[in-house]
């Protein structure tokens, strides 16, 4: 297992308008599901049971993971731009070719884990005090 560790650093994301579409009863018996070519933006899976799960090209964009487990899932191509990994449970994961940006909650240690699964953390551009254009990775 990868420990977890927020950095104080990340911005603050409102996760309370995160759809509470799924019971906690749900959220604990969604061990091994599959799914492919959706989008399952803003939906709290806080405290989910999704071990197992394989996911193709699904979008998570604004998800809610706090305290999910996650271990053995297998994300190919999917989005988890802006997802709050706070507390998640991770090992033996596969992020093949899929994007993480604005993400929430994970350490340093757990972003590198995620980049050697096949993940990645894009660079965006931003702006310097002076006005230059700068590209800088954002977690």
Not at 5 to 20: K, M, P, V, W
Not at 51 to 65: A, H, I, L, N, Q
Not at 102 to 130: E, I, M, W
């Given at each position: ?5 927020a950095?104080s ?68 191509q ?8 706070t507390?998640?449970r991770?090992?033996l ?7 993480l940006?604005k993400v ?20 965006v551009?931003?702006r310097?005090?002076?006005?230059k254009?700068t ?5």
């Amino acid at each position: 297992m990868i420990p977890n560790r927020a950095t104080s650093t990340q911005r603050q994301i409102d996760y309370s308008s995160a759809e509470q579409i799924l019971t906690e009863v749900e959220k604990r018996s969604l061990r091994g599901t599959t799914l492919s070519k959706t989008a399952l933006t803003r939906v709290d899976f806080s405290r989910a049971d999704l071990r197992g799960s394989k996911f193709e090209r699904v979008d998570f964009s604004g998800c809610d993971f706090r305290d999910a487990n996650l271990v053995g899932v297998w994300f190919v191509q999917c989005r988890l731009v802006g997802a709050d990994l706070t507390g998640a449970r991770l090992g033996l994961n596969t992020f093949f070719n899929s994007t993480l940006a604005k993400v929430r909650g994970l350490s340093r240690k757990q972003r590198n884990y995620v980049v050697a699964c096949g993940g990645t953390f894009p660079a965006v551009k931003t702006r310097t005090p002076d006005g230059k254009s700068t590209k800088r990775r954002v977690f």
